[in-house]
């Protein structure tokens, strides 16, 4: 059993995901040493989750694993890169081989699916967080970012909204989902990246982003950097069973437009790709739906079957501002 | 005074360092777009520095934004790459503008020396915590891996050895340096990576490491890896005046040979290049030392000005370890 770090890093990370032809040199140097493909340019994002802010103590560690990549994975979708390498900043109070290796486990599966390597980590001992930062391909000209908008564009999402904040709801005893808990559950703790429909939409797309802190604000990130406002239709927001039900007891639309946690993909499309898009999306596993406009007003105004505007609580979740 | 994560990360992070043509987008969009030189392979590496850890908590916050940097371009200088740009996941239990401008101060400094830009950050909450990764730029047949040290191969170290540990055991109240004191906490608080020993000599190297955890775990790396093993001249490792004073009080070697923190680069050099690497180096501002040679029999063996065999205690810093 690994009594030192050196041992716990060779061990464990040395072949963590795929086997990449780029990875001129992996784990165990000063540096990795990576080669970029000829006419791509490197997209990389970093996401860190904190034991008891982003998770909770007693987590499986597998499902841990497969979230901590897959919160960037989606980092990368939404910008229509495809995923190559990953390095892992793992935290620790001490050694715990199992611990490891389950977290190990639902991180390669994940890595594997993707083709992504694990190509560099550091491990230190302090309180438990994982910082994993991802790269990624995508052609200069490709590349869905948060300034492209236009007004009278669409605005898509991928998936079911919202089920991750009710998961939470559910853990805090604020609701009963009764007998949705177990997929509700599943979405929060082992979210799905939604690289395949970035990869297949990203050159009909003007801008995207994944949503990590709900749609209102993350839409809203795409308005401010678009210079504009965006229009969203509540009943075309896409919900499970769950939510469906929740919303019809509570009518709380707060936990589908504001909960964080979801990691689908929101992008935005011009109206002369809206039957090219609808087309190619109709092909994809997770369909994706079209929820709003994007309009000329700053802000973000929603309306209900009746065409009524309707005032949505929080505007997602922030990291310091609910401390 | 900006009181949510977003405001938090668009104030400080997105103009820190330098700023780089090489950078299509920067921090603000759900990931970084970045263009590596054609011919060029890219070296990335990662360090987390943990409060109570790797740092105390009452630290000076700009010698730990230097530090959390440094100790990163210390890699990259171990690799013989160029530095370009870095990502900060910076974890903090609460928002302290003062505390956070004066890291960012330390942190701006010496990026813009080396003309590094923050192209990537995620500011998250909990026990105070900083990972930094850095990524450089190096040919594929410049990059100065572990693995390419020869038998009969000299070892050389860049500047002095042990100030770091030095200062950490008089800290602990083990030592008093006397007027020595401020000398080795700068080296403790606030190491220089050597880039530029490393950028000069990297064509006349076989390998390198920078000193991270001991010159005697850290050349076990390089000999681990290269299949061989080293001895050691004691009298030639390159000490300050504060060592050298401790060293005859004391007589322990264990503080300039297995103490962390130095970030002197240590390389390996073929005889057939000694001339010139002696030649370049002695016109660098930082010398480089030989203190021993590459041998078969793997191990490190030390020895003192009679050539008598001497037993230095550990074999360097272990995060776990040492738990």
């Known amino acids: 059993m690994p009594s030192s770090e050196f041992q716990l890093i060779e061990h464990h990370f040395s072949r963590l995901g795929a086997t990449r ?6 784990v165990g140097d000063d540096c990795a040493l990576l080669q970029v493909p000829p006419g791509k340019v490197l997209a990389v994002s970093l996401d860190t989750l904190v034991e008891g802010v982003h998770f909770l103590p007693g987590v499986d560690p597998e499902a841990l694993g497969h979230k901590a990549l897959a919160v960037n994975l989606s980092d990368l979708a939404a910008m229509g890169a495809e995923p190559a390498w990953a390095t892992l900043a793992l935290t620790l109070p001490r050694i715990d081989e199992a611990w490891i290796e389950a ?25 438990r967080a994982i910082s994993v930062q991802v790269h990624g391909f995508v052609e200069a000209g490709q590349a ?5 908008a236009g007004i009278g564009d669409l605005v898509y999402v991928s998936g079911t909204l919202g089920d991750a904040g009710l998961a939470l709801r559910a853990a805090a005893g604020e609701y009963d989902p009764g007998p949705h808990l177990i997929d509700i559950q599943l979405r929060l703790d ?63 639309w707060g936990v589908p437009l504001a909960s ?42 929603c309306f209900d079957a009746a065409g009524n505007p309707l005032r949505v609580g929080r505007g997602g979740y922030d990291h310091f501002g609910q401390a």
């Open 190 to 252: 082992r979210p799905q990246p939604r690289v395949e429909q970035a990869l297949a939409l990203r050159h009909l797309a003007s801008a995207a982003i994944d949503l990590s802190d709900g749609l209102l604000a993350d839409l809203g990130h795409i308005c401010q950097r678009s210079g504009c406002g965006a229009r969203l239709e509540l009943p075309s927001i896409p919900l499970s069973p769950a939510l469906d039900q929740f919303i019809r007891e509570r009518g709380d």
């Open 21 to 26: 032809e780029d990875v001129l040199l992996g």
């Open 144 to 148: 869905l970012r948060r300034d492209g």
């Open 103 to 127: 977290f190990c486990r639902g991180f390669a599966q994940l890595a594997n699916r993707y083709r992504v390597q694990l190509v560099g980590g550091d491990t230190t001992r302090g309180p």
């Open 260 to 301: 964080g946690d979801d990691y689908e993909l929101c992008l935005v499309v011009p109206r002369d790709r809206q039957a090219e898009f609808e087309r190619v999306a109709a092909g994809l596993e997770t369909p994706l739906r079209r929820v709003g406009e994007i309009e000329a007003e700053p802000g973000i105004r």
